[in-house]
């Protein structure tokens, strides 16, 4: 039996200290914030999103991210699936293979992986912020405030740099960093990006479906089909999450970055302009906005009023065939430049971390250190939107802890 000491009770750290803990060791989680798992009870909107249908490696990213291979072959969805029933959480699944808890709440996830981990009798120090870590004669020393525990293993499982404002700090990079391991520099994904265009506040709050292509330096890198949410500093839903990965990567070079949104996808540049000839009948005694609020959000519509400078344009009839055409292309090529996203602050999650080249492909060791493990978020690994990320956090902590 080994005394494992683990840094942060977060989804990794939680799962971690489960499958140590059933494994007979015994088990000391450290936490600096009062509550577990507090990033667990934000996904999803709430609703949890643990995890996919549709698991593959296609799905994440890092520098080596094929070494992981072997981790999500450990713990794929069916695996996923069985680990939860056991603790008696029972499952729906909503579009695009993600999966939920079927109580809706995220609070169930936590309550029933808490309830498990004490059962088991893993032993919690909640505001025990672990603020160094040194290696002594086979040991590992934890200081925590004023004392200091001594453990077999350490897991290193911090998180990131996402969502400090619940509780998350780049702690776990400098115990890397102390131990002699490389960290690639973190930077936010799966965050909203903040446009150039002050005008696209005026549809803030409109939600649409639609396509989004990105340009990174007038090269297209990427494109995504699914929720644009107009917001007052730009843009977020869905699809902007999806490409947000490569906007902060070309940020951080220095890279200028613009995107082209179809707003009606599912009609064509030549049936859209068909169906503005035709409303013209329609148009009469209306104004611009009015007009195009019988096909469009109004907010929506002052927007492309302004962006293609047609506030001129008192009466929808007056529209030239030139002024229809900026129409059509405004509806399915909207241009607007990026000029950053919203940070770490608003990220739902990190990319970058502990360099995968220096740990065990399949117990997550460390190379350098014996008996020092890292899971979750802390490593370079960063998944799509749609429960990814979570299901590597509990497939890394389900590794380490069947390893240990």
Known sequence: MKRVG???????????AIEAARKGHAVFVFEKNSKVGRKILATGNGKCNISNQNITL????????????EVLKRFDTFTCKAFFAKLGLEFREGEEGKLYPMSHQASSVVDLLLHEARSL????????????????????????????????????????LAMPNLGSSGSGYDFAKAF????????????????????????????????????????????????LLFTAY????????????????????????HVVLDLMPTLSKEALQSLLQK?????????????????????LALLIIHHEKLLHVKEASELSAKELKKLVFALKAL?????KTKGFESAEVCAGGVELREIETKSLQSRRVENLYFCGEVLDVDGNCGGFNLHFAWASGFCVGQSL
Not at 280 to 288: F, I, N, Y
């Open 6 to 16: 683990i840094v942060g009770a977060g989804a990794s750290g939680l799962v971690c």
């Open 180 to 227: 002699g391991h490389q960290v690639i520099e973190p930077f936010p994904s799966l965050v909203q990006c903040v446009c150039e265009e002050a005008h696209v506040a005026l549809a803030s709050g409109v939600k649409m479906e639609g396509v989004v292509e990105l340009f990174v330096e007038n090269q297209k890198v990427q494109r995504a089909t699914g929720d």
């Open 279 to 299: 409303r013209v009948a329609t148009a009469q005694g209306k104004s611009l906005s009015l007009w195009l609020e019988g096909m469009i959000p109004k907010k």
């Open 121 to 160: 009798g893993v032993h919690f120090f909640l505001e025990n912020e672990v603020v160094a870590i040194e290696k002594k004669e086979g040991q590992f020393a934890l200081h925590v405030k004023e004392q200091t525990h001594l453990c077999d293993a350490c897991v290193i499982a911090t998180g990131s």
């Open 58 to 69: 296609e799905a994440y990213h890092g520098e080596a991210i094929s070494g992981m291979k």
């Open 234 to 257: 730009g843009l977020s839903g869905s699809a902007i999450l999806e490409i947000s990965r490569k906007v902060s990567l070309a940020s951080v070079r220095g890279e200028k970055v």
């Open 335 to 339: 241009r607007l430049s990026v000029t």
